[in-house]
């Protein structure tokens, strides 16, 4: 009997259950279910075909890490208590979680994050101050105009909006590079704006300053109008509209005014004279004749000075000086021309003379047409009847630790250079050359042109890089050794001769003579390739060379010197 009492009390238990249950399902949902047919058995788990790569070792986050899994309100304070009212926890995360593993904002986030970010944005900016910025090779006057000018558009500069640390590491890209005009009125406007915004001036590291060579002067329609406002601008044109000289300019005693009163942490300089036919010269001093000059306001901050179409600024020694007195921490300079002329080598020629012992790089850009030539110009002629240029650039060069040189060029720099050096003392360390032609003594006409079907430039190149690694023998402190021809219209752009030697290895021409030489000087040298030939060479019906390159388009390691005799006739490219 107590058996059958049992029984009778688990049955009704679980009809009590069942109908629980039923209860709970009906009152869930707001119509009732309707019994399906029976379920098909479940399929036995078919086996992984693919599996998913691990993440590399190399990745800087190799786990996948799980998103936010608590909401806060963004209204509340960081110091918040955590109730009800201030956060609401998702049901899926456990609160130990959200406890072990804080959430941060991106302020919190380290300095170096932001910056990366910024970086990711904006560019990678080169350092005013490293060592490593004056590598002649990666940073020249070229590069230097760009290497920390940064993009003004608005949904950039709305970024310093994100947060307040974001507003000053934007605000330093943003400023960080700035061009003016030099006239009055933006001299004026720009001491006005910094005035009112004294936080910007330190952010401010590159100043590029140009003056202009015209000016547009038209005819004013209302009768003693004597305002700079720009012409209309018709489909036909400029309406009565020309062009004179400019009247507003800014002299150069204004401009370092400017500099050294508003921007004191400025390294760089960038002083643009502009080009033009019969362009007028920079003034120095607005009240003082043109003969007398007197000192320029001291900028002590900057190291770096750039000047572009360096003619209108610069034309003789004195010049020069007058600049250099008033930049006492220089330690770079950049100069290049606009147009080769007999008169900059001349002038720069009585400056290097003169040059001050801080300067430590020097990159000098004479002649920026890279293309050959026929014989050599008449004003390049002028200049070597009145002196040897090569030995005025191998006197400067002595005293420095870096030097990049574009223009005219011979063995004889060389060979100076390591007479006027010191093997003990000298601290020259690179030697960067580009060739435009190399200067020859007593050269025909026909005789003293350029371009690799020329094989009298070719020899005259050759004793130029001998004369190079027999330099070496002096200048024991040279790590980087590279000189080259560029020519723009060579029919085989990858023959353009040159010679590189860096981190122990050696690139470019060679002839037994170069590797015997480079054998004796410095015995741990060694060439990365030497090939024989320039590829398969054969001849058409008219007589004609043609040449098809083995190699790439890429830079050639190996050019062999006797095989450009093959090219003195002419060469086809197939």
Same mark, same amino acid.
């Given at each position: 009997m107590s058996i059958d009492r049992d029984r009778d009390r688990d049955e009704d238990e679980d009809e009590g259950s069942a109908t629980v249950e039923l209860a709970a399902i009906m009152t869930a949902t707001s119509t009732p279910v309707t019994p399906g047919p029976a379920s098909p058995p479940l399929e036995p788990p078919k086996p992984i075909d693919f599996i998913p790569p691990t993440r590399p070792s190399s990745t800087p986050f190799p786990n996948a890490q799980q998103g936010q899994t608590d909401i !806060?309100? =963004?209204? %509340?304070? *960081?110091?918040? *208590?955590?109730? #009800? #009212?201030?956060? @609401?926890?998702?049901?899926v995360s456990p609160p130990a979680v959200v406890e072990q593993n804080p959430v941060l904002t991106l302020a919190q986030l380290p300095a170096e994050i932001h910056e990366c970010i910024l970086d990711h944005i904006f560019g990678y900016r080169v350092s005013t101050t490293s060592p490593s910025s004056l590598n002649i090779p990666s940073v020249n006057a070229r590069s230097w105009s760009t290497a920390l000018r940064h993009s003004r558009r608005k949904e950039l500069s709305n970024l310093a909006l994100v947060s307040p640390l974001w507003r000053d590491l934007i605000q330093q890209r943003l400023y960080r590079h700035i061009k003016l005009k030099a006239t009055v009125h933006c001299g004026n406007d720009v001491m006005a704006f910094f005035v009112r915004h004294p936080h910007l001036r330190p952010y401010v590291k590159h100043i590029e300053i140009w003056f202009p060579v015209f000016q547009p002067k038209f005819h004013s329609i209302v009768p003693g109008d004597t305002s700079l406002a720009l012409p209309t601008v018709s489909p036909e044109g400029i309406a009565s509209a020309t062009y004179a000289l400019p009247t507003d300019n800014s002299t150069l005693e204004e401009v370092f005014y400017l500099v050294s009163m508003q921007f004191p942490e400025a390294r760089v300089l960038t002083l643009e004279g502009g080009e033009r036919?019969?362009? *007028? !010269?920079?003034?120095?001093?607005?009240? %003082?004749?043109t003969w007398a000059t007197r000192d320029l306001p001291e900028i002590s901050s900057i190291r770096t000075l750039i000047v572009k179409g360096q003619w209108n600024i610069i034309r003789q020694a004195k010049d020069w000086e007058v600049i250099s007195r008033a930049l006492p921490n220089l330690e770079e300079w950049h100069g290049t021309y606009a147009k080769p002329k007999s008169k900059s080598y001349l002038s720069m020629a009585s400056t290097l003379e003169n040059l001050d012992s801080k300067i430590a790089s020097l990159n000098l850009c004479l002649e920026s047409d890279y293309r050959r030539e026929v014989t050599c110009p008449p004003y390049y002629l002028k200049v070597c009847e009145q002196l040897h240029w090569c030995e005025k650039l191998a006197k400067a060069a002595s005293s420095l630790e870096h030097i990049s040189y574009t223009g005219r060029v011979c063995h004889g720099f060389f060979d100076l250079l390591a007479r006027y050096s010191n093997p003990r003392t000298t601290r020259l360390k690179t030697i960067d050359l580009t060739v435009k032609n190399c200067c020859r003594q007593n050269a025909q006409w026909n005789e003293s042109g350029s371009g690799i079907t020329d094989m009298h430039f070719i020899t005259a190149f050759e004793q130029l890089v001998l004369g190079g690694i027999r330099a070496l023998e002096r200048l024991k402190s040279v790590e980087l050794l590279r000189i080259r021809y560029v020519d723009l219209d060579s029919p085989i752009p990858p023959l353009n001769p040159y010679f590189m030697i860096r981190d122990g290895w050696c690139s470019g021409v060679w002839s037994d003579e170069i590797v015997a030489e480079i054998n004796r000087v410095r015995p741990d040298l060694r060439f990365e390739e030497m090939v024989e030939g320039f &590829? #398969?060479? &054969?001849?058409?019906?008219? &007589? !004609? =060379? @043609?040449?098809? *390159? #083995?190699?790439?388009k890429s830079r050639v390691l190996s050019l062999k010197l006797a095989n450009y005799a093959m090219l003195s006739g002419g060469v086809t490219v197939v």
């Open positions: !806060r309100c =963004l209204a %509340c304070h *960081p110091d918040c *208590p955590g109730s #009800d #009212d201030c956060m @609401v926890t998702s049901p036919k019969k362009a *007028p !010269r920079v003034k120095f001093n607005f009240t %003082c004749p &590829g #398969d060479v &054969g001849y058409n019906k008219e &007589g !004609r =060379l @043609v040449i098809s *390159p #083995d190699f790439p």
